[in-house]
């Protein structure tokens, strides 16, 4: 096969690969962050860093939904069974869900909770919910509780592309890996 058929869109591997960046930093600057006193220095300006990544992140997944359905998918290797198959297109949804939902569920908690929306420092996003308690908890809650989803989702992606890569040795890497 050639590199048209077995391997994604150009822009798809690049819009994956800054998203698979931004989307490690921000889940570690909100790791971070849930570690330290709240109101304190660092914490705050990560927060504005963490904020302004998730912004990027949804921004980026909605360029990717575009690009995706403009695009074919190449198909997968004749190796994936058909629960791989399944499960790979689950873990993949899940991501997709997730790059939309988590910075809608941070932006409620920050909107309503009164908290900046300052973009890398530049300007601020105008906020919707402003001195919503009910929808600040929601949006709290729902943000810390799929943060732990994300933990999962991403780890077991990273581990099946790993298994597939160095066990499997099937070239499931290289349908996503930049082109030398």
Known sequence: MTETTTAYDPWLRWIHWATAVLFIAAMLIGLYCGLQPAGTSPRRELLEVHKSLGITLFLLALLRVIVRARTMA???????SA???????????????LLLVMPVTGYMFSSAGGYSLRYFGTFSWPRLFAGDKAVAH???????????????VVGLHIAATLWHEFV???????RMWPRR
Request: aromatic letters at 12%; charged letters at 15%.
């Open 168 to 174: 499997k040795k099937d070239e499931t890497l290289a």
């Open 138 to 152: 929601a949006g709290e809650i729902a943000h810390d509780t799929l943060a732990y989803v994300v933990y999962l």
């Open 74 to 80: 190449p198909p997968a290797p004749a190796t994936f």
């Open 83 to 97: 629960a791989v198959r399944a499960l790979s297109q689950l873990n993949h949804w899940a991501l997709y869900a």
